[in-house]
């Protein structure tokens, strides 16, 4: 059994222990597709659910799932969401650009994403697995570039794989380590922190640039 329960990371609906004991694995691999490329999908918590999954299936009590194949699942659901992203930003990515802010919808998320392609080219389709808000639109904005198929497939993939194993993998292997155990809530918001980390540097880089322009 786990040491101590899961602190709830925000509203209920967002805490990944709650959302793996109540959908399970369909559960994690349809929040995995949502966020990969879906615009609704960017608040989702990806890697703080694939580590909490990493430390359930460490821990066999809520996961009862051998760790290749909870490894292979989430990866092939993260690639095809960003697949999906990368259809429907071609497909509708002009009209994105032109559409008002909502509830669920920023242009500042999806310029973000803008300003991270134009940065890092086709790495950043690998690189925004890593980066939370920016993943999700990163396809999308891929797609909407026109950015060649086959080299986005290719760092899909790879970057599917890298976050999707990875992020899991260190959940299973610390989830054994008895201070991990012991310490879950800590590790889980320190996950959340350094998440957000890179967005807010890349905020304050661009509040420095724009003081420089005025």
């Excluded at 059994?1 to 349809?30: H, K, S, Y």
């Excluded at 650009?97 to 669920?104: A, E, K, Q, T, V």
């Excluded at 899909?156 to 794989?161: A, E, R």
């Excluded at 054994?176 to 890179?198: T, Y």
Aim: proline share 5%.
């Amino acid at each position: 059994m786990l040491a101590a329960p899961v602190v709830a990371l925000g509203p209920t609906f967002l805490d990944p222990e709650w959302l793996i004991t109540t959908f399970g694995l369909i559960g994690i691999l349809a929040i995995v597709f949502a966020e990969s490329g879906l615009l609704i999908g960017f608040f989702l918590p990806g890697d703080s659910l694939l580590f909490t999954a990493g430390l359930l299936i460490a821990d066999g009590t809520y996961l009862k799932v051998p760790l290749w194949l909870m490894c292979l699942l989430v990866s092939i659901s993260a690639v095809a969401g960003d697949q999906f992203g990368y259809v429907f930003g071609r497909r509708f990515g002009p009209a994105l650009f032109r559409r008002p802010d909502s509830r669920l919808f920023k242009q500042e998320n999806l310029t973000r994403a803008q300003g991270f392609f134009d940065k890092y080219g086709a790495r950043s389709i690998l690189l925004a697995r890593f980066v939370p808000i920016v993943r999700t639109f990163t396809p999308i904005v891929a797609g909407a570039s026109h950015m060649h198929y086959r080299t986005f497939l290719t760092y899909n993939v790879v970057g599917g794989t890298l976050w999707g194993c990875g992020v899991t993998i260190l959940g299973y292997f610390l989830g054994q380590v008895a201070f991990v155990r012991s310490n879950i809530e800590l590790i889980l918001l320190g996950i959340v922190v350094l998440s957000v980390v890179p967005i807010g540097v890349e905020l304050l880089r661009k509040r420095r640039r724009d003081r420089s322009r005025s």
